[in-house]
C-alpha cells in the first residue's frame, strides 16, 4: 500500500447549481471560461474573447443570468480596446458587468472566487480559485507559452509557478487559456512531479533553463532574420 501526502484544506467539488462552460478559438487556440450560478442569477466570465459574445449572450440566457463579473487572468488577453465595447454589447442586453479589478476574492454561489496574484508570464497575472479549479491562464506555459510570449519576470514566475502547483491541493484542475501541447486541464498532482520548468530542483535551476531559452530563441531570430536577407524574401533586412 502507498502512502500518499493528504490534501490539505481538502478538496471541494463544483456544487448544485453552478455550470461551468470552456469556450475555444480554433484560430488563435485561446481558451476561455463561463461559470454560471443559477440561485443567484450571477454568471463569472474568465478572458471573455469578443468574437464570443454570441455564445454567452446564450449561456447567459440559457442559464437565466442578470449579472456578471468579467475577470482576465493577464493583459495578453484582455482587457484590450474589444473589452470597452464588448462589456457594453452585455449591459445592452440587460445584464449588470462589474470588472472584477484588484478584488481579493469574488463573491460567488454560496462560496467566494479567490484571485490569486500570479506574476512572471506578465507582472499583472492572477489566477482565480473556485473549490478544486484554478484558472491560471498562461502561468503553467513559462518558456513555453503557445501564444509566443517570455515571461517578463522570471524569478516572480518560478515563485508563482511553485505556489500553484505546490500549495494547492494534488487533485486541483488546472485550467489554462489556450491549447497547449493538445491539452487544455491538467492536474496540480501530475504537473508537481513532471512540470517541465516548475518542477526542476530549483529556482537557480529555471533562470539558468529561461536564460538559455532565451538567447537560443534571440538566435534562431537573428537566423530566420539573415537567411531572409540572404534569400531577398519581402520584408527582410537589404543594404
Ligand atoms: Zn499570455
Redesign the pocket.
Known sequence: MSLRRPSLPGTRLLEAGIHLRMLHDDRTGILSYFLADTPSARALLIDPQPPDLPVILALLEEFRCRSSWVCY?????GPGPGAEPFMQSLRGRGIRVRRSANAKSLAFGTDAIQVLPTPG??VD?RSYLYRDRLFC??LL?AGD?P?G?FPVEPGALWNSGRKVLFELPEETLLYG??LHHGRAVRLAFEEQRAHPWFSLHSRDAFLARIDRERVERAAARAGLTSAGAMSGAPGAASI
Open positions: 487572468t493577464h493583459s495578453h488577453l508570464h506578465t497575472c491562464g498562461d506555459y507559452c501564444a510570449a487559456a489556450h
